[in-house]
């Protein structure tokens, strides 16, 4: 257990619908980042937090996509007027002091 | 040419047998390696890292790093089947704190 936990496990939305993911990581992890994952690939990085600031954004972020950490604490993750293609299981990732990251459970997102 | 490529195609060993696991990345400046493994439906977690040139071991894993040939290998050695999963490398750029993965091995160890 790395102690990031993520909320919901599991989504299923219709397509042109919000979803929104929460992930709380531990104390002591400064660094957050929001992973997506399709089967049979390895994660993609989609952005990274130090403490509240968001500091990198991928190009697979697009518009529809929005992160945030307000206080340094937890994050979101928004999605707007989902697409089929956003079907993935999302990754909210800890990271300390050091490299290392320590990945959550996942959001396994679906879109109908 | 991507960032981390993991080439192989699903592997089965006998158990107790080793498993070895290669992997190319093709920024010269990478500085941190690691290895995650990922059970089906599971999220990956993270068995090894390395930093320096040569092998790092931990318990029945063996990394290896070869900075100059741009290659990183995980061996497994006294396989078992709890060890069937997908092995992910990933590797950390210079100046950045994103990972970059590779598509994964799967392993299959059959008793």
């Known amino acids: 257990d790395t102690g990031v936990s993520q909320d919901p496990r599991h989504k299923i939305t219709k397509r042109g619908q919000n979803v929104t993911f929460r992930c709380d990581p531990i104390?002591?992890?400064?660094?957050l980042y929001w992973y997506r994952q399709t089967l049979g690939q390895g994660p993609e990085f989609l952005t990274y937090?130090?403490?509240?600031?968001?500091?990198?954004k991928s190009r697979l972020l697009s518009d529809r996509f929005s992160a945030e950490r307000p206080k340094g604490s937890f994050s979101t993750l928004e999605i707007q007027r989902t697409e089929q293609g956003d079907s993935a299981m999302y990754l909210c990732?800890?990271?300390?002091?050091?490299?290392?990251?320590?990945f959550g459970p996942g959001t396994r997102l679906t879109v109908l | 040419q991507k960032e981390v490529e993991q080439n192989s195609g699903p592997l089965s060993v006998p158990e107790g047998a080793i498993a070895s696991l290669n992997c190319t990345y093709s920024?010269?400046?990478?500085?941190?390696f690691f290895w995650y493994r990922q059970y089906s439906g599971k999220s990956p977690e993270l068995i090894m890292f390395?930093?320096?040139?040569g092998d790092k071991e931990d318990g029945r894993f063996t990394a290896q790093l070869n900075k100059a040939s741009q290659y990183v290998s995980l061996l497994i050695r006294d396989s078992q089947p709890s060890d069937s999963a997908t092995y992910l490398c990933?590797?950390?750029?210079?100046?950045?704190?994103?990972?970059?993965f590779g598509k994964g091995n799967q392993v299959v160890v059959i008793p």
């Open positions: 990732v800890g990271g300390g002091p050091t490299d290392t990251q320590y």
């Open positions: 104390s002591e992890h400064n660094r």
């Open positions: 937090f130090q403490n509240e600031a968001q500091l990198e």
């Open positions: 920024d010269r400046g990478s500085q941190s």
């Open positions: 390395i930093y320096s040139n």
């Open positions: 990933a590797v950390m750029g210079r100046g950045n704190n994103r990972l970059a």
